[in-house]
């Protein structure tokens, strides 16, 4: 909210310079669903590729591609909570899938072992088959 507010209040902005360490900066968990540079890049994907609406609905390629992907979007729909939404990251102060479906796509990433978590650490590394698997199935060349 007050970076809202700092922006209709005008005045020069300087440019954001992270200090996030690396291994945080390019993949970790915000709570349960993906962020960091990968989030990041994942969601960019996700809109361009044209399978998210602009309210965070799954479009009709959207919905095909998820279930492609292995997971069940209708009963990721049923949870009693958000469906999805835009998360802002705070190390790439731009918007990764949160929600019930970021949380899907995560628990889907760690099962298939295209993502491992360091233990007792929220850093995500991305594995050489996740590397493949997101180049395949995403378009996201590392």
Known sequence: MLEGLSVLAGGPRQKFVPHTP???RAARTCYDHIAGTLGVML???MESAGWLSGSYDLTLAG??????LGIDVAETRLLHR?????C???????SHLGGALGAALLELALRKKWL???LDSRALS??????RELRARFGLVS
């Open 63 to 68: 919905i095909k591609a998820f279930d492609a």
């Open 82 to 86: 958000r469906f999805a939404f835009g």
């Open 22 to 24: 690396n291994r945080l």
């Open 126 to 131: 991305v594995t050489s088959l996740g590397r």
């Open 43 to 45: 969601h960019d994907r």
């Open 88 to 94: 802002l990251d705070w190390s790439e102060r731009r």
């Open 116 to 118: 491992t978590q360091e």
